[in-house]
């Protein structure tokens, strides 16, 4: 990657407590990734970390964005199972997208446990997966 020295997560947020920052209410289309073929692409030739409830993959791309794809599969429980897990990932990244270094894809695939798992957990999960690639740099 062409800026090692910038982790994709800023080291400054407090996320050891899990705090989250209300800055921007939205989540626009051009911020989620709709396509399978750069689904394909992120995990493919993305870096990978792994945590108890979702695996998250990470791509350096020439945008001056951050994105986020996610994939929760029938495993993970019914639609109202997914449907919640999906609103969890998507307020996540919302809240902590200020924070994430611009030029980055994120996907996110929710591992069967998380259909069993409460919001805390989730969110708990979320913030050492992201929190993991600042150290792996």
């Known amino acids: 990657m062409s800026s090692a020295a910038q982790p994709p997560f800023s ?7 899990g705090d989250l920052l209300q800055r921007d209410a ?4 051009s911020s989620r990734i709709l396509d399978g073929a750069e689904f394909k692409l992120v995990t493919s030739s993305g870096r990978k970390l792994g945590g108890r409830f979702f695996l998250l993959f990470a791509r350096q791309v020439p945008l001056e964005r951050s994105r986020l794809g996610i ?3 029938r495993k993970v429980g019914n639609a109202v199972v997914r449907n919640r897990i999906k609103r969890h ?6 809240r902590q997208r200020p924070l994430l270094q611009r030029g980055y894809d994120w996907v996110v695939i929710a591992r069967p446990q998380a259909g069993g798992a409460v919001a ?3 969110q708990q999960d979320l913030v050492k997966l992201f929190a993991g690639f600042v150290h792996r740099d």
């Open 11 to 17: 080291e400054q947020t407090g996320l050891e407590s």
């Open 71 to 73: 994939t929760v599969s």
């Open 26 to 29: 939205s989540f626009p289309r």
């Open 89 to 94: 990932l998507r307020e996540f990244f919302r």
């Open 120 to 122: 805390a957990g989730l």
